[in-house]
């Protein structure tokens, strides 16, 4: 299409007459939107013309074998892989497909990673500074102040998961359940609009998992959350409605009850033979 | 815990940046002092010709300072920084070319010599403007930073890091090494820049020249090393630690890290320029072998020797080094390159954390057990 075709186009607002840092419209719904996206890797067709579509304030969770797609999903959706078709759209206003990840993050799109990431050499409170919403541009960064208000923001979320004794503690000597929550605290900090957690009770004990499903749901309703995880029971323990991935696409999605009992499902699970 | 409002003067309430400018200071004066009031047969004197290896000394500390910054705390190991140093030298030295004037061998009032012997008719257009001392020393500044910044650009933003930006800063100024090498840059070729007569007017060959300079270095230093400190201990600082570490994490954060390492990178270059500046008029020549690869990599192994990410610990190396540099090649000169690479392999076997960490273990220990040190006394 020329640009003149474009610009006759009426039905539609032109993306460079909408900043980037304009507030993301929810109006319709959904705030994640993903429509026939795909992408292969040396052939691979790691994501397989998926549709999915999160609304403003769920707690939604993924599960999938391995390869289905899901790590690859969140890869798209924060900007760090393009897919070679389909559009992701935060809320109805942003082309997340434009954006790079500073940008999409900035928006409001948390991420935790499966390995947790937390920048060891820093304390607990520092990472949580590095995290909090601000100006993250150079001189700003460079010349910002912490302020009474900022340390009471970061002593809300260090009580909220629990890590208050190891606030001046450098991150690395932290136990790989209390990196998982310095990481979601820092994901907090950053006030998203939308969670995206990958794994977050990888290695973490009976109780520890039990106060993670609690902070999860707590925060729905409030952000929306996006959760992929192998754990069965603790998918069962938090969700209200699952998707299945399999092989790149949405293979299943409803409550867990209706998922467990789809024929596809557990023909994945459990094996062609099944 | 009193935190300064202004980020430039937060280094001023840290200890260790309080007894680093203290100790300077000290010797500065003491230096001064020695120079100028002890009789010229004194033990204790201080030759003009030990006011200038100090200054030289300084000099190189500045320098490490500046590769300290980048390899420490954003974890770009730049194996180019010679170039910057270079560059800043090469701004001095036009600036010194043209105070000489008439004074030269062939006497031309506007031309330096070599561009004489080459057959020049006149000066070219990037050699005006040198004869002005502000412009000069802006172009200390500028010729550094710029290549920094269209290098550092172009690395950055296609996310080249590790060892593949260590090669490419390393092709970087083996590159101008032989562009500087060529008389047709106009440079002054194989030879370089050299047979200084002033600076501001001063006679570069007068003891009170050398020490003006050597101070003038020791501030510098302090300067650049305040500097610095300001930004690791601001939040930008910790961010480049957070980049050095998990670079996409930080990303994920919402901060371009390409443009945090970007900024840093052209403040460190800076700096060295500022150092290689410094260093031309005492030492009185500029040429290309300051560019050559070999000493980018000398300068990494100060600050590895001195310890990464302390900034002090950098300027311990420089010293150290350069001291036993000194001593060494005036004694059995074959083996210097030796006994540095043993040194290198020695510091990184059993002291991974430089002379620095072995200060640090020691003042924890002092700190861990008080109680344990009375008893024993």
Known sequence: MSIFEQLANRDQVFEFLTPAASPVDVRHGPILYMEDVSVSFDGFKAINSLNLTIDDGELRCIIGPNGAGKTTMMDIITGKTRPDTGSVWFGSRHNLLRMNEPDIATLGIGRKFQKPTVFEALTVFENLELAMAADKRILPTLTAIMTAEYRDRIDEILEMIGLQALRDKPAGILSHGQKQWLEIGMLLMQKPRLLLVDEPVAGMTEQEMERTAELLTSLAGKQSVVVVEHDMGFVRSIARKVTVLHQGSVLAEGTMDQVSNDPDVIKVYLGEEA | ?377
């Open chain 2, 1 to 377: 815990m009193a935190t300064s409002q202004t980020w430039l003067l937060r280094p001023f309430q840290e200890r260790s940046t309080q007894l680093f400018l203290g100790v300077l200071f000290a010797a500065m004066v003491v230096v001064t002092f020695l120079h100028l009031f002890m009789p010229e047969d004194s033990a204790l004197h201080v030759s003009a010709y030990t006011v200038t290896l100090l200054g030289k000394y300084l000099c190189y500390a500045l320098l490490a300072v500046a590769v300290d910054l980048v390899w420490g705390y954003l974890g770009i190991l730049s194996l180019g920084h010679g170039a910057f140093f270079a560059l800043g030298g090469y701004a001095m030295g036009m600036y010194l070319m043209r105070q000489i004037g008439d004074r030269g061998v062939y006497g031309d009032p506007v031309l330096p010599d070599f561009m004489v012997f080459l057959n020049w008719q006149e000066l070219p257009w990037y050699w005006q403007g040198f004869d002005m001392a502000w412009f000069a020393f802006i172009m200390v500044l500028l010729a550094p930073g710029l290549l920094a910044l269209v290098f550092g650009f172009l690395a950055f933003r296609s996310r080249v890091t590790g060892v593949y930006l260590s090669i490419i800063t390393q092709a970087l100024t083996f590159a101008l090494m032989l562009a500087f090498f060529r008389n047709e840059m106009g440079f002054g070729g194989n030879n370089g820049l050299t047979d200084f007569k002033d600076i501001l007017g001063f006679d570069l060959r007068s003891d009170a020249t050398r020490l003006g300079l050597f101070l003038a270095t020791g501030i510098a230093l302090a300067v650049g090393y305040v500097v610095c400190r300001a930004i690791v201990t601001s939040k930008l600082g910790r961010v480049s630690v957070a980049c050095r570490d998990a670079e996409a994490r930080t990303r994920f954060l919402g901060y371009r890290v390409e443009r945090v390492q970007l900024f840093v990178f052209v403040v460190s270059a800076m700096l060295a320029g500022v150092a290689g500046a410094l260093y031309v008029p005492q030492v009185g020549i500029i040429n290309p072998s300051e560019f050559s690869p070999l000493f980018s990599i000398e300068i990494v192994v100060w600050v590895a020797l001195g310890g990464r990410a302390t900034l002090y610990g950098a300027v311990i190396g420089a010293l150290l080094v350069n001291y036993a540099k000194t001593v060494f090649t005036g004694i059995m000169p074959d083996a210097w390159l030796f006994a540095l690479g043993a040194l290198f392999v020695l510091v990184t076997v059993f002291l991974p954390k430089g002379i620095a960490g072995l200060l640090q273990k020691r003042r924890q220990k002092d700190d861990d057990q008080p109680g344990a040190q009375e008893a024993t006394a």
